[in-house]
T-cell receptor, first 114, second 110 residues
Framework: EAGVTQFPSHSVIEKGQTVTLRCDPI?????LYWYRRVMGKEIKFLLH????????ESGMPNNRFLAERTGGTYSTLKVQPAELEDSGVYFC????????????FGSGTRLTVV | DAKTTQPPSMDCAEGRAANLPCNHS???????VYWYRQIHSQGPQYIIH???NNETNEMASLIITEDRKSSTLILPHATLRDTAVYYC???????????FGQGTRLTINP
């Protein structure tokens, strides 16, 4: 089966611009998660979707970040306007259940804000 | 904050067993021990998990002490492709999110 796919793999944008990251989870996985690692820090949870509903968005850093999952399939994470401190690697993960058997992560999107 | 403590780095010779320790002295009765790894430029990869019994799968073995305050991940015959950062995570099944620490950077040497 296809794994979790993220687009783009790399993105370089200027401060103040908008960037949209996309995640395609494994087909049939109702649970979708976003994580990110900023420079020198640990990987941090951002939010969790169950189908199209946001189950937990406690990790979203501020209102410049907007995540959507229309139709309960793929998800997008928009950063508007981007700031320098948003630079890092954004990971998406999915699971069929509550993660008991582990989550499947994508390879991430490396975002650089200059 | 992560509820686990791991050494920041370890080395192991190719073909030998790699034993990665993890302390989780504040683990509660309903929390599982999960291990993930992140190979350079890839996303984290699930390895194994357990509650209180030792577990083994095709990738690794997990040994959990009887008091559950520590565990060891064992890669029985390490290869160069096992070079990665290994994360030990305790997780309540109701939480549905992973709390990553700094992990252990394991280097397998030829």
């Amino acid at each position: 089966e296809a794994g979790v796919t993220q687009f783009p793999s790399h993105s370089v944008i200027e401060k103040g611009q908008t960037v949209t990251l996309r995640c395609d989870p494994i087909s049939g996985h109702d649970n979708l998660y976003w994580y990110r690692r900023v420079m020198g820090k640990e990987i941090k949870f951002l939010l969790h979707f169950v189908k199209e509903s946001k189950q937990d968005e406690s990790g979203m850093p501020n209102n410049r970040f907007l995540a959507e999952r229309t139709g309960g399939t793929y998800s997008t994470l928009k950063v508007q306007p981007a700031e320098l401190e948003d630079s890092g690697v954004y990971f998406c993960a999915s699971s069929q259940d509550n993660g008991y058997y582990g989550y499947t992560f994508g390879s991430g999107t490396r975002l650089t804000v200059v | 904050d992560a509820k686990t403590t791991q050494p920041p780095s370890m080395d192991c010779a190719e073909g030998r067993a790699a034993n990665l320790p993890c302390n989780h002295s504040t683990i509660s009765g309903n929390e599982y021990v999960y291990w993930y790894r992140q190979i350079h430029s890839q996303g984290p990869q699930y390895i194994i998990h357990g509650l209180k019994n030792n577990e083994t799968n095709e990738m690794a073995s997990l040994i959990i002490t009887e008091d559950r305050k520590s565990s060891t991940l064992i890669l029985p015959h390490a290869t160069l492709r096992d070079t990665a950062v290994y994360y030990c995570i305790v997780q309540d099944q109701g939480a549905q999110k992973l709390v990553f620490g700094q992990g252990t950077r394991l280097t397998i040497n030829p």
